[in-house]
């Protein structure tokens, strides 16, 4: 299983670690941190750099936007 915590420091706390210690218990797991630019890269436009991403959202857009909501079943994923 892999989890990406972004958090500033200054709200790392006991709960935080708790939280951890219940996501992945009883289990060997590596802490890896870095530092995140200030700027971080808007979400909308990450996901919608890729042509192929961005022709799926849009279209999905549309279909809300038309009240084209589709049904999943999750088991056939």
Do not use: G
């Not at 939280?19 to 700027?39: D, L, N, R, T």
């Amino acid at each position: 299983m892999y989890t990406l915590y972004k958090i500033n420091s200054d709200e790392l706390n006991e709960s935080f670690i708790a939280a951890i210690k219940a996501q992945f218990p009883h289990q060997a797991i590596e802490i890896a941190i870095s530092e995140v630019a200030q700027v971080e890269q808007d979400e909308t436009a990450y996901l919608l750099r890729s042509p192929e991403n961005k022709a799926r959202l849009l279209a999905a857009i549309t279909n809300v936007e038309n009240n084209q909501l589709i049904d999943v079943d999750i088991n056939k994923l």
